[in-house]
């Protein structure tokens, strides 16, 4: 009944930016914390940036400085800005968001993912 759906991957030369977005609809009640993840061939999938619903953020420490991460709460959306971006943050990106519907079921939700490719 709930959906997440990330956009804005593709391919981008090294040191360049990309703006990802999560938009989450359905029968929501209310969304808590939300997060964008990475998952490289090879490797598991890791926590990149989360904000809280009240703001606050946190980031691994390889991309702090470069990535900033929002949400738009009237649109039920999370962005991910990525700046100077490296061959290495070469990843599928999945957005993750703990929601509670308003059938009453609370359970993390994540999206299909969205591919980003750095050259170098």
């Known amino acids: 009944q709930v959906q997440l759906v990330e956009s804005g991957g593709g391919l981008v030369q090294a040191g360049g930016s990309l703006r990802l977005s999560c938009a989450a609809s359905?029968?929501?009640?209310?969304?808590?914390?939300m997060g964008w993840y990475r998952q490289a061939p090879g490797k598991q999938r890791d926590l990149v940036a989360s904000?809280?619903?009240?703001?606050?953020?946190n980031y691994v420490d390889s991309v702090k400085g470069r990535f900033t991460i929002s949400r738009d709460n009237a649109k039920n959306t999370v962005y991910l800005q990525m700046n100077s971006l490296k061959p290495e943050d070469t990843a599928v990106y999945y957005c993750?968001?703990?929601?509670?519907?308003?059938?009453?079921?609370?359970?993390?939700?994540w999206g299909k993912g969205t591919l980003v490719t750095v050259s170098s």
């Open positions: 993750n968001a703990g929601i509670t519907t308003k059938e009453h079921y609370t359970i993390p939700y």
């Open positions: 359905g029968s929501i009640s209310s969304i808590n914390a």
């Open positions: 904000i809280t619903s009240g703001g606050s953020t």
